[in-house]
Each structure stands twice: as structure tokens, then as C-alpha cells.
């Protein structure tokens, strides 16, 4: 099978808000997340993308404990290393320290200011909302530090606006070796419908990879359809629990070992790590 055929699967293992009393099966310190990274690993993923917690849960965009989850990933796998640097109410200087120490393979990056929320139509409120600032001399910055420390930047573009972005930044220099997520299924972004990624996955850059982002149950539709678009997946308790209706997934590896499944169904084949370098031009 040739590279053109293979598939990069993300593992988004943590996240930031879901917690334990909704999913178990949620890591929170660094033990638990290392473990979770091999398992996703064994199964299939290439990339595992991480948001730090302290061992309690509660969020946490502390260098050291970036550090330790660095470590505790490293020593049981080689997977490469996408580090959030989402947060809020904190300065740029911190929102990013973490990179230059830890210098991940990857760092995930919004693209752009949003409202980011959930809507729980059986209670007819939202789960929780906040406005998510980036605004660009922000991205700018960022971008310029992982630029500086050799980290490839994952640009999250919640919707068209977000991943119209790119242009100028590319234009500036600023955006070289990079890759695109197209992330569906957030209020405030856009809709998690395969028309949508259709379109999103049109305007992505020629000879740029990119890959879905389907938040909750939307997800594997969502993966479908990027597989037959030719693009990469992400999946991972981060964005869903779910690998049928009312059956939550006993941790990230199942998750992962169901996309694998469906990309072998189709034909491709999960890249290995070494592969995925290659094909994320890493």
C-alpha cells in the first residue's frame, strides 16, 4: 500500500472541560494520560493530542505539569505529541509557555475569536458557553513561537472565516510546514453536516494535510467522510464518548481501533508513526 493511502489518526485523549463523573474513563494525571496515549498508540493513532490536567481534573496550563505528561507519554510510546494551547483568561506569555520547553511535535492553534459552547436540547439550555479569544496578533505571536522552536503548528478553524485565515498568515511567512483541522459540531462554528466538510476540506490549502473534527456522536460520520475525501481523522474522548448509541467507550483506544476499522474498510490503512512524519511533513 502506498502513502497516499494511509491515514493519520489523532487521539484527542483529555480535553478541557468533560470530566470523570460523565466518562470514567477521562485521564487526569500524567500516568493516566501516558497510559491512555499508549493504548491509542496500540491501537492505531499516530498523534495523540493533550490538554493538561491537574491530578484532581481541574485544567491546567502549568509548564511543569506539561512537562511530566511529556515524559509519562514519552517513555511508553513513541505516538507523536500535539499539545493544546487553548485557554482563557490567562495572557498570551502563558497561554504558550509550555511549547517552547516542552517542544511537542505539535501544537494545536484556533484561528480565530469565537463564542464556543454546548446546547443540551433536553434541558433547553446551554451546557456551558464562553467566548474563546484569538484575536490574530495573538495567532500572530503564536505561531512565531512555535515557529521559533521548530514545532509545527495545527490550525483549528472552527469554521470558513477561520480557515480563510491561513492565506494571509501563509503570505507573511508565518505558515509553512503546517496543518489544518477542520472542526465541526461546536455552537458557535460551524455545523457537523459531510456537506460542510465537503467545502471546508475545499478550501484547505493545495498540498496541505488536514483532518475532521467531529464533536460528539457527529463524529464518525464526520470521519467517513473525510476517509472517502482522501483526508486524516481524529477521534478520542475529548470530542466523544460514544462508539454506538447508549455503548461509551471503556477509554481512547477503542475509539481509535473503531476508526481504524473503518479506514481499512475503505481501503487505507492507519500510517504508523514514521509515516505520519512523512506525511504531516514533520
Not at 126 to 134: A, G, K, M, P, T
Not at 197 to 215: D, E, F, K, N, T
Request: charged share 20%; hydrophobic share 40%; aromatic share 6%.
Amino acid at each position: 500500500m502506498s502513502l497516499k493511502d494511509k491515514v493519520v489518526i489523532t487521539a484527542a485523549l483529555t480535553g478541557a472541560v468533560a470530566n470523570k463523573m460523565q466518562c470514567p474513563h477521562i485521564p487526569y494525571t500524567a500516568e493516566e494520560i501516558g497510559e491512555e496515549a499508549r493504548r491509542a498508540h496500540e491501537a492505531g493513532a499516530s498523534v495523540v493530542h493533550i490538554h493538561a490536567r491537574e491530578d484532581d481534573g481541574t485544567p491546567s496550563i502549568a509548564v511543569p505539569v506539561f512537562e511530566k505528561i511529556h515524559r509519562e507519554v514519552r517513555k511508553r510510546s513513541p505516538v507523536l505529541i500535539n499539545f493544546s494551547t487553548g485557554a482563557v483568561g490567562v495572557s498570551r506569555e502563558e497561554r504558550i509557555a509550555h511549547i517552547p520547553v516542552c517542544k511537542p511535535e505539535i501544537a494545536a492553534l484556533n484561528m480565530g475569536t469565537m463564542n464556543y459552547a454546548k446546547y443540551s436540547k433536553r434541558r433547553q439550555d446551554f451546557v456551558f458557553s464562553i467566548e474563546f479569544l484569538n484575536p490574530i496578533p495573538d495567532i500572530i505571536y503564536y505561531l512565531q513561537t512555535m515557529k521559533d522552536n521548530g514545532v509545527q503548528p495545527e490550525c483549528e478553524c472552527f469554521d470558513v472565516g477561520h480557515l480563510e485565515t491561513v492565506y494571509p498568515l501563509m503570505d507573511m511567512g508565518l505558515l509553512e510546514r503546517f496543518q489544518v483541522s477542520c472542526i465541526l459540531g461546536v455552537v458557535g462554528g460551524i455545523q457537523a453536516t459531510a456537506q460542510n466538510l465537503v467545502y471546508l476540506s475545499s478550501r484547505v490549502p493545495a498540498g496541505i494535510p488536514w483532518q475532521v473534527i467531529g464533536v460528539s456522536y457527529e463524529q464518525w460520520l464526520l470521519c467517513a467522510t473525510a476517509l472517502s475525501l482522501g483526508g486524516n481523522i481524529r477521534v478520542g474522548l475529548e470530542d466523544n464518548f460514544y462508539l454506538a448509541p447508549g455503548e461509551m467507550a471503556e477509554g481512547n483506544g477503542p475509539l481509535v481501533e473503531k476508526a481504524a476499522r473503518m479506514a481499512r474498510d475503505i481501503g487505507r490503512e492507519p500510517a504508523s508513526v514514521d509515516e505520519a512524519k512523512q506525511l504531516l511533513k514533520l
